[in-house]
């Protein structure tokens, strides 16, 4: 379900490991190129699963990573212009904690949010950037021994911010079921969010908000652990309404991971929808203040298998989504993956992978007129190392 993640100290210490992800041909296609990314020393596994750019061009990259293999600790990393530079994250106690998500509606504020797992536990996780340090913000507690997790979050203003995921009861039998914060610069308060009728559980999966009364929020919903389907909410500032979307017809399995609105009237999302071959394919559905339609993906020409994680729009015409791509059917190595859109269809862009790499692939990415940045991650032989693509038009 989409409640997982998509697909995770100072300036100084944690970026003595900062790895360049390629250079000449390998780290530049068709105006994708590759930056160098940090991490955290001694890491066996860093990952980062979303990014978000502020006006002004500073932007906050978020994931996680694993100084044994077998702990997550929260990771930041920070693009002022010049380099990308690991920022300090709290974590809480005796936990694992991850970041899926983030915005930064200004250069001196960003709002990440994610999941903490303990060996009794799986609860919400929000943290604050104020321009100079992580703080962690407490979520409304639930109610005990229910699992939640948040997955995305979109702020409109530094002191107006929405965030969802999924949630699921303590009780025998429960089935998980939309969750929606918000965040009004001092505290996060629960939304209730209508519960699409679904035998196996539900979960917004993504979110984006023009104003505090104007988000709109994707997901998808479960029948019978076979029968997927992908739905939107959208809210004005009292109540989600549900809207319903196109499903592909092929195993009926189909995801919805991120969504982006330029506009009231004009809105991307992004995921993916799996054939009777049982082949994955890309699936972009655009919102045009009245309705969803299902609009035709690009891929590479040798792709098999693709999915996209990510999209962005930095107007009606100008969006850009991201995941990763195969040559061989439900099989690594993955490749990353671009498509752009210019209002009228979806054209699938060249993207580096890193020299060396084994598997790769964009989680995340966010667009400003000066162009978009893609996060993500990729593989070698001694583990998985933060990826950061950057396309200027």
Same mark, same amino acid.
């Given at each position: &379900?989409?409640?997982?993640?998509?697909?995770?100290?100072?300036?100084?210490?944690?970026?003595?490991?900062?790895?360049?992800?390629?250079?000449?041909? #390998?780290?530049?296609?068709?105006?994708?190129? @590759? %930056?160098? +990314?940090?991490?955290?020393?001694?890491?066996?596994? #860093?990952?980062?699963? #979303?990014?978000?750019?502020?006006?002004?061009? *500073?932007? &906050?990259?978020?994931?996680?990573?694993?100084?044994?293999?077998? %702990?997550?600790?929260?990771?930041?990393?920070?693009?002022?212009?010049?380099?990308?530079? @690991?920022?300090?994250?709290?974590?809480?106690?005796? +936990?694992?904690?991850?970041?899926?998500?983030?915005?930064?509606?200004?250069?001196?504020?960003?709002?990440?949010?994610?999941?903490?797992?303990?060996?009794?536990?799986?609860?919400?996780?929000?943290?604050?950037?104020?321009?100079?340090?992580? =703080?962690?913000?407490?979520?409304?507690?639930?109610?005990?021994?229910? @699992?939640?997790?948040? !997955?995305?979050? /979109?702020?409109?203003?530094?002191? +107006?911010?929405?965030?969802?995921?999924?949630?699921?009861?303590?009780?025998?039998?429960?089935?998980?079921?939309?969750?929606?914060?918000?965040?009004?610069? +001092?505290?996060?308060?629960?939304?209730?969010?209508?519960?699409?009728?679904?035998?196996?559980?539900?979960?917004?999966?993504?979110? !984006?908000?023009?104003?505090?009364?104007?988000?709109?929020?994707?997901?998808?919903?479960?029948?019978?652990?076979?029968? %997927?389907?992908?739905?939107?909410?959208?809210?004005?500032?009292?109540?989600?309404?549900?809207? !319903?979307?196109?499903?592909?017809?092929?195993?009926?399995?189909?995801?919805?991971?991120?969504? *982006?609105?330029? #506009?009231?009237?004009?809105?991307?999302?992004?995921?993916?929808?799996? =054939?009777?071959?049982?082949?994955?394919?890309?699936?972009?559905?655009?919102?045009?203040?009245?309705?969803?339609?299902? %609009?035709?993906? /690009?891929?590479?020409?040798?792709?098999?298998?693709?999915?996209?994680?990510?999209?962005?729009?930095?107007?009606?015409?100008?969006?850009?989504?991201?995941?990763?791509?195969?040559?061989?059917?439900?099989?690594?190595?993955?490749?990353?993956?671009?498509?752009?859109?210019?209002?009228? /269809?979806?054209?699938?862009?060249?993207?580096? !992978?890193?020299?060396?790499?084994?598997?790769?692939?964009?989680?995340?990415?966010?667009?400003?007129?000066?162009?978009?940045?893609?996060?993500?991650?990729? *593989?070698?032989?001694?583990?998985?190392? =933060?990826?950061?693509?950057?396309?200027?038009?």
């Amino acid at each position: &379900m989409g409640t997982s993640l998509k697909g995770t100290a100072a300036r100084g210490a944690l970026v003595a490991a900062v790895l360049v992800g390629g250079s000449g041909a #390998a780290a530049r296609a068709a105006g994708w190129e @590759i %930056q160098p +990314s940090a991490n955290p020393a001694g890491a066996v596994l #860093a990952r980062l699963t #979303a990014v978000s750019c502020a006006p002004g061009g *500073s932007c &906050m990259a978020v994931g996680s990573y694993s100084p044994d293999g077998k %702990q997550e600790l929260t990771l930041a990393e920070r693009w002022d212009g010049i380099a990308w530079t @690991i920022v300090h994250t709290p974590n809480l106690a005796g +936990s694992s904690d991850l970041l899926a998500g983030v915005s930064c509606p200004a250069a001196g504020s960003c709002v990440a949010v994610g999941f903490s797992v303990t060996s009794s536990s799986v609860h919400t996780l929000a943290e604050t950037w104020d321009g100079h340090r992580w =703080t962690v913000t407490p979520t409304p507690p639930g109610e005990a021994g229910s @699992i939640s997790s948040l !997955s995305a979050v /979109s702020c409109d203003a530094p002191a +107006s911010c929405t965030a969802v995921g999924g949630v699921t009861a303590a009780r025998e039998e429960a089935q998980a079921q939309p969750l929606a914060l918000h965040w009004d610069g +001092s505290a996060w308060a629960a939304l209730l969010v209508p519960n699409p009728e679904a035998e196996n559980g539900s979960a917004l999966t993504g979110v !984006s908000c023009l104003a505090a009364n104007a988000c709109m929020a994707t997901g998808d919903f479960v029948y019978a652990d076979v029968d %997927q389907s992908i739905f939107a909410a959208r809210f004005d500032g009292s109540v989600w309404t549900l809207e !319903s979307q196109p499903n592909p017809r092929g195993e009926n399995f189909n995801a919805e991971s991120s969504v *982006s609105c330029a #506009a009231g009237d004009s809105c991307e999302s992004v995921g993916s929808w799996l =054939t009777s071959g049982l082949v994955t394919r890309p699936l972009a559905e655009g919102w045009n203040g009245s309705g969803w339609t299902r %609009q035709p993906t /690009s891929r590479p020409p040798h792709a098999v298998s693709a999915t996209l994680d990510g999209v962005s729009c930095a107007g009606a015409a100008s969006c850009a989504a991201v995941g990763e791509w195969t040559a061989q059917e439900h099989a690594i190595p993955t490749l990353t993956l671009a498509e752009e859109w210019n209002g009228v /269809s979806w054209t699938a862009k060249r993207t580096p !992978s890193p020299s060396g790499a084994q598997s790769a692939s964009l989680a995340g990415v966010s667009c400003q007129p000066a162009g978009c940045v893609g996060a993500g991650s990729y *593989s070698v032989a001694g583990g998985t190392r =933060t990826l950061i693509e950057r396309n200027a038009p």
